[in-house]
């Protein structure tokens, strides 16, 4: 009788475990079917035709950051060429003013060439000026860009590109090759380095820039004009 009711026992504790791992998968099924909250974009002004950021590429952009980031909906405008001028300096002064703690939020730099390319990169700190050496920035950077993706025709007349508006985001996510992140001076700023190359650089005035393979984020070109590019418009986002 004793061991019957022990046996009773032992059935009753593992169906009472069993209830709990089902509820914990129920629970983290839900966490992870709960979609992000969408994105609304703070700082453009009602003149601002030539706008770089949308809700969408805030979505792809998402993907690749730091899941604490990713929950921030409130995205701000802190630099845009064609609302503060061309200047290396103005942008460093923007950011240099934001008054939100830095390891709790991101930035995001968006690039647009003059065949309408649009790439940049994502930095766990503003861009500042450093002294001439040193490096600053973490594995949470990366760059990206968009592509064209070429259109498919099966057959019915219709040209099909497989992906919305024609365009494909691809992110470059840190390598851990070097640790060359971010790093500016008065006169540049640049991210990602190695062999002699910037993954991503741009001048004092913001008018041309030049961009190769990487080490440190492993990236490709970023610029559809090629390795030298022309800024024709920037954004620098705080994300948070």
């Not at 709960?34 to 770089?52: C, D, K």
């Not at 980031?69 to 409130?74: A, C, E, N, P, V």
């Not at 973490?138 to 968009?146: A, D, M, Q, Y």
């Not at 070429?150 to 985001?169: H, Y």
């Amino acid at each position: 009788m004793k061991a019957f009711k022990r046996r009773l026992s032992t059935m009753k504790q593992a169906q009472d475990a069993s209830i709990d791992l089902n509820h914990a998968d129920t629970t983290i099924q839900a966490f992870e079917d709960e979609s992000l909250p969408p994105v609304t974009l703070h700082g453009y002004i009602n003149t601002t035709r030539n706008r770089l950021l949308s809700p969408d590429i805030c979505d792809e952009l998402r993907n690749l950051m730091p899941t604490r980031i990713q929950l921030y909906s409130d995205w701000h405008l802190l630099y845009s060429l064609q609302q503060h001028g061309a200047s290396l300096q103005s942008l460093f002064g923007r950011t240099a003013s934001d008054k939100a703690i830095p390891a709790r939020i991101g930035y995001v730099i968006l690039i647009e060439d003059r065949k309408g390319g649009l790439f940049g990169g994502y930095c766990n700190e503003p861009p500042r000026p450093s002294d001439s050496k040193r490096y600053y920035g973490n594995g949470e950077c990366f760059l990206w860009r968009l592509e064209r993706v070429a259109s498919v025709d099966l057959g019915d007349g219709k040209p099909r590109t497989g992906e919305n508006d024609g365009w494909r985001f691809r992110g470059y996510p840190f390598t851990g090759l070097n640790h060359f992140v971010m790093h500016s001076t008065a006169h540049y700023f640049s991210m990602g380095a190695g062999d002699g190359h910037y993954g991503l650089w741009c001048d004092q005035a913001l008018e041309t820039g030049v961009t190769n393979p990487s080490l440190t984020f492993g990236n490709e070109c970023l610029s559809r004009e090629g390795a030298k590019f022309h800024i024709v418009n920037l954004e620098v986002w705080r994300v948070g």
